[in-house]
Structures are given as structure tokens and as C-alpha cells.
């Protein structure tokens, strides 16, 4: 044995042997490996080494994340304890182990340094894992103190104008991310719906009605669509809850004022929503204290309070929940800061197109889908009219900074009892011709892949009442019935389309990604709406190359599921951009709103 290395051998979770392995390794500077008997297996690693991340409860959290009999075993070893080791191992299997455990001694850690070795108890074969150092591991996470500092983004160079990207995504992310032992995501599935492949990447058990907290990729490709499913769970996963900084700040909004986000304009409930039974949400008070992480302003050019809640959509608690509903809306992924800001703010862009079309029903104009450049669009809208007996259609809908978004819809023309009525989806993107694409990718795989799990009863229930319409999925199958359809009538889908580049404008081509940014940005500042971006990125993240971000823009009509926890009142721009689009002669009052849910995603 090496010095200052040592081995830790049990067979079972013992959190005691472990906390005084750490309390050694740490007073004398040693570096130690773990090595346990698991219920038909023997796991070796993660080595620990004095002040890196990366530890026995790491591997805990990550094999417990990615169980889907997580919750049993937990019951089990609290009752059995030690007796789920399994007995005694082979002596074959000792020698495996115990020469595994001498290379990886001798050899510097080579394979469990930042990894795991699983070896099979009945057949001795070995697996390799890559395992990922947990941040909010309570035994070795070490996250900094989350602290004000001025956005730095530099240049970024693009491999062309037309890109809006920073380059593709690593081919290699599914061997970065991918393990179902200890991956950040544990699993992947694939299934072909219509004529694009769509994958799920899921970042914890897939259960039924659970769909929300997976990514989702499709595409022209296979491969394409695995690795945008993927970027998109890494982008949930860190817009979750602070993983790359601690907070540190907890103070009521009164004495932090001058330089924290009111709440009040992001859009909260009316006071007696509150009072409502079951609501799940407790009125704003500037006077009670709350926890903040820092962001940055760019109308201000300087760091600012953001409600923790409102940052992180998963960091509510019992103990302290938000006043309002929060969402992964504005959060996004890129190869720099500047990529993931970029697109953070066009998903902004994207729902507050949406919602403002649907809440002030405005009739915006139908796009002629065979004036789109890309002929694969014409060819997807053929198939689904002929195939699948759905018209697609396109309706341009951009707001005061001319952002090009587009609201995609696909309605039933075969008139057949069961099938789902209309669909809907959107997308936004400088590029005209993308943001209708990010539409359809969006939209096409319902139109093949819903009517299974349509229920004409369930949908029926909620036409009756709005307040049946209680999560994501609720708020699409509403849309599905038939007698839903007179709600979208204000969409003038009967009418001829106008070309697409008549519609939408392209924007300027810059040679790199921060211009293209400072544009999007100062469409806004000049619409008088400030962009506030806070940095999301965790370590496990900026280890694949990645930055991510989360972005809220005050005053746009942030995306909610739950028809209850809509968010329209106090917005007041939601009843003047009508007027200044030139669909309204004067500004909507209140009760001229649409009071039906919403039909996104």
C-alpha cells in the first residue's frame, strides 16, 4: 500500500465507517478508496482525495437519482442494514476485487478517480462509470459564496454570420453525461413520431404524468435529436436550484430595494387569490425576509437581487414558498455565457409572443408554409395533411422588438371521433426560417404521438371547468377537443398565408455571438424593458464545456402551467402592446382579457 493511501472495505452504506474515514484522511492528508458489497455486486471508488470533490455520498446521490426502486431500497437497508451485502463474496471474486483495488492503489487511482468500478458478483465482469463530484453533496460540496460582479462575456467568435451559435454541440456528451449507475442523466429513450425522431433524456426515473423535468430533442436526425434531448436535461438540471453558488443573502425586499428586482413586476396574483384554499403561493410582503442570489442588469450595467424562487424553479420549499408559480422559462445552455443568455432571452421572446397573442387573442397574420425557404417544411406539412390527416399551419406573431416568433398549429381535417382536435406550439429565433422550423419540431411529434393518451372524458372536464386544467400536459389536452376549437377562432386560419419573409424580418448577421446578443438585448432596452440574466452554471456543466443561464425580462408575460396560477394581473404592458401592434384602436381593459387556459405547450 502506498503512503497516505488508504481502504475502507464494508459491506453495506456505512455512513459511520465513511464520516470517520473522512475525519482521518483529512487530519493526516491521506487519500482513501471505498469498497462495498451491493446486493449482487461490488462497487470500488470513488477515491477521495483531501479537498477534491468526489465522494462515497456523491455515488449515493447519483445511484439513488437514477433508481427506479430507490425509495424500496432505503426501507429495506433501514431494516436489514448490513444484511443487504449479499453474504459472503467467492474467493474468486476476492481476488478480482483485491487485485482491481492494488492497480488502482499503485496506479494512482487511474480508473476510480472520479469514477466507479462495478464488479458483478456472479460473474465478475467489471463496468467502468464516470462519476460526477454532486455540489450539494453535505459531505465534500464546496460551492463559492454567490457574490455581486459585473457580466464579462468577450468575444465569441461564430463559424459563420447565419449561425447564431457558438459551434455544434460535443458529439461526445452522451459519454460525458449518460450512465445509468451514476450519470447526470440515466437514461435515454427514443421513439419514432411521424417522420422525426424524438428522444427523451431523463434525468431521473421515468414515471406516468411526469414528463416536465426530462429534455427533449428532435430533429431531421437521430443523432441530432439525442444530443439536443440531452443539452435540454442539463439545462433543466441547472435551472433547478442553485448548484454553482451558495447564497448568502437573506433580507427583506424593503432594505434591499435599491438594488434588488421588485417582485411586483414580474407578475404576481390578485390579494385574494391568497386566501383561496389550497393555494399554493403566500402574498408578497416587502417587509419579510427572503433569500436572493445575484444576477445582472443590463439596462443598469450592475448586479442585482433576484428572488431565489424566481431564479430556480425547484427551490421553493415548504418552509418558504414563492408567490408565484415558476417555470424553466428563460432558462437555457450554450458552449459560453453569452450563447446561453442569447437563447434564455428568445425563449422569453418565444412565450410572451404566445401568451400575449392568446390573452389579447390577437389576429395575427397566417404564414403560406410554401414560401418557406427550406423545403423540408413543405414536405412535413404534406405528410402530416395526407398521412396523419392534420393541416399544419403558421402564424407570425412578433411583438414590439420585432423578434421573429411563430405560433404553429395543426388541426384535425378528418373529423373522426378520438383524434385530437388542434395542436399547438411556437418558436422564436432571429432567423425567420428557424423559428418556424423550432415551431414545427415542436409541434409534429403531437400530432402523431397524442392520440394515445388523448382522453376525451378527461378533456371534456376541463372544457367544463377552467380549474380542472392543472398541469402541463392538462393545458394540451384541452385543445383536443373538439369543443375547445370556437377558443381559437380569433387565429385566422381560414384565410390565405402571406410569405413568410413578408412577415418576419431577418435580422443583421454579425461575425460574433456577443453582437448578436447586444442586438437582441437592445431591442428590449429600447422597447423600455430591462434583460436580467443570472449565471446558472454548476460544475458539472462548465466540466462538459457548457455555461448556463437563467433570464427574466419584467414586464413580459412569464409562461405558467395550471390555469389557477396564471400570471396576467399587474402586467400592464399586456393590455397596451395590442394598441402599439395595431391590432387595437385604444389599450384593452382587464375584463376584455382571454379567460380560458392557455393551449401551450
Not at 443539452?231 to 454553482?244: D, I, K, T, V
Not at 455571438?513 to 456543466?541: F, S
Request: contains cysteine; proline residues 9%; glycine residues 10%.
Amino acid at each position: 500500500m502506498p503512503d497516505g493511501v488508504f481502504v475502507v472495505a464494508t459491506d453495506t452504506e456505512d455512513a459511520e465507517t465513511y464520516a470517520m474515514a473522512r475525519a482521518y484522511a483529512r487530519e493526516h492528508g491521506f487519500a482513501w478508496l471505498p469498497v462495498r458489497a451491493d446486493t449482487g455486486w461490488v462497487l470500488i471508488g470513488p477515491a477521495v482525495r483531501p479537498g477534491v470533490p468526489g465522494c462515497p455520498t456523491c455515488l449515493w446521490r447519483r445511484r439513488d437519482a437514477n433508481r427506479p426502486d430507490a425509495a424500496a431500497r432505503r426501507v429495506l437497508a433501514e431494516r436489514y442494514g448490513s444484511g443487504l451485502g449479499g453474504g459472503p463474496l467467492m474467493p474468486v471474486l476476492c481476488e478480482v476485487v483485491a487485485a482491481l483495488v492494488r492497480d488502482e492503489v499503485t496506479e494512482g487511482f487511474r480508473r476510480t478517480d472520479g469514477g466507479l468500478l462495478r464488479v458483478s458478483a456472479r460473474t465478475a465482469a467489471v463496468t467502468s462509470h464516470r462519476l460526477m463530484a454532486d455540489p450539494l453533496c453535505p459531505d465534500c460540496g464546496n460551492r463559492p459564496q454567490d457574490r455581486p460582479a459585473r457580466l464579462r462575456l468577450g468575444s465569441v467568435p461564430k463559424p459563420d454570420p447565419a449561425v447564431f451559435r457558438s459551434g455544434p454541440l460535443p458529439v461526445e456528451l452522451e459519454r460525458h453525461f449518460v450512465d445509468a449507475e451514476v450519470g447526470l442523466i440515466g437514461s435515454m429513450g427514443m421513439e419514432r413520431q411521424g417522420d422525426l425522431p424524438t428522444v427523451v433524456a431523463r434525468l431521473a426515473p421515468g414515471r406516468k404524468g411526469d414528463t416536465a423535468r426530462h429534455g427533449y430533442g428532435r430533429g431531421f436526425d437521430v443523432g441530432s435529436a439525442r444530443r439536443t434531448a440531452i443539452a435540454e436535461a442539463l439545462e433543466r438540471y441547472a435551472s433547478a436550484r442553485p448548484r454553482g453558488r451558495r447564497p448568502v443573502v437573506r433580507a427583506p425586499y424593503a432594505d434591499i430595494a435599491d438594488r434588488a428586482l421588485d417582485p411586483r413586476t414580474l407578475g404576481l396574483y390578485p390579494d385574494a387569490w391568497y386566501e383561496e384554499p389550497g393555494f399554493d403561493y403566500v402574498r408578497f410582503d416587502p417587509d419579510r425576509d427572503a433569500r436572493w442570489v445575484w444576477g445582472y442588469s443590463f439596462g443598469t450595467d450592475r448586479a442585482i437581487l433576484v428572488p431565489l424562487t424566481v431564479a430556480y424553479h425547484n427551490a421553493a420549499t415548504r418552509a418558504e414558498p414563492g408567490p408565484t408559480s415558476e417555470t424553466s422559462n428563460g432558462a437555457a445552455l450554450g458552449g459560453c455565457l453569452a450563447e446561453a443568455i442569447f437563447y434564455g432571452l428568445l425563449e422569453v421572446a418565444e412565450r410572451d409572443a404566445f401568451l400575449m397573442t392568446w390573452y389579447a387573442r390577437l389576429p395575427v397574420p397566417k404564414i403560406d408554409l410554401d414560401t418557406a425557404a427550406d423545403r423540408r417544411i413543405r414536405v412535413l406539412a404534406a405528410k402530416a395533411r395526407y398521412d396523419a390527416g392534420y393541416e399544419l399551419m403558421a402564424f407570425a406573431m412578433p411583438m414590439e422588438q420585432r423578434v421573429p416568433a411563430i405560433w404553429a398549429m395543426a388541426l384535425d381535417r378528418t373529423g373522426h371521433p378520438g383524434r385530437p382536435h388542434a395542436l399547438c406550439a411556437a418558436g422564436a429565433h432571429p432567423d425567420p426560417e428557424q423559428a418556424l422550423r423550432t415551431a414545427l419540431f415542436e409541434l409534429l411529434p403531437s400530432v402523431t404521438g397524442l392520440g394515445d393518451r388523448y382522453d376525451e372524458q378527461d378533456s371534456a372536464a376541463m372544457l367544463a371547468d377552467s380549474d380542472q386544467v392543472r398541469e402541463l400536459e392538462d393545458h394540451r389536452q384541452l385543445y383536443c377537443h373538439p369543443g375547445a376549437g370556437h377558443r381559437l377562432a380569433f387565429l385566422p386560419a381560414q384565410t390565405p398565408g402571406r410569405p413568410l419573409g413578408e412577415l418576419l424580418e431577418g435580422w443583421p448577421q454579425h461575425d460574433d455571438l456577443t453582437d448578436d446578443l447586444a442586438e437582441l438585448v437592445g431591442r428590449y432596452l429600447t422597447a423600455g424593458l430591462d434583460v436580467i440574466a443570472i449565471e446558472t452554471t454548476c460544475p458539472e456543466l462548465r466540466a462538459g464545456g457548457f455555461a448556463a443561464a437563467k433570464v427574466l425580462v419584467p414586464g413580459t408575460l412569464p409562461m405558467t402551467f395550471g390555469h389557477r396560477y396564471r400570471r396576467t394581473h399587474g402586467l400592464s404592458r399586456l393590455l397596451t402592446v395590442p394598441r402599439l401592434l395595431g391590432h387595437h384602436d385604444r389599450d384593452l381593459r382587464p375584463d376584455q382579457l382571454n379567460p380560458f387556459p392557455h393551449p401551450f405547450p
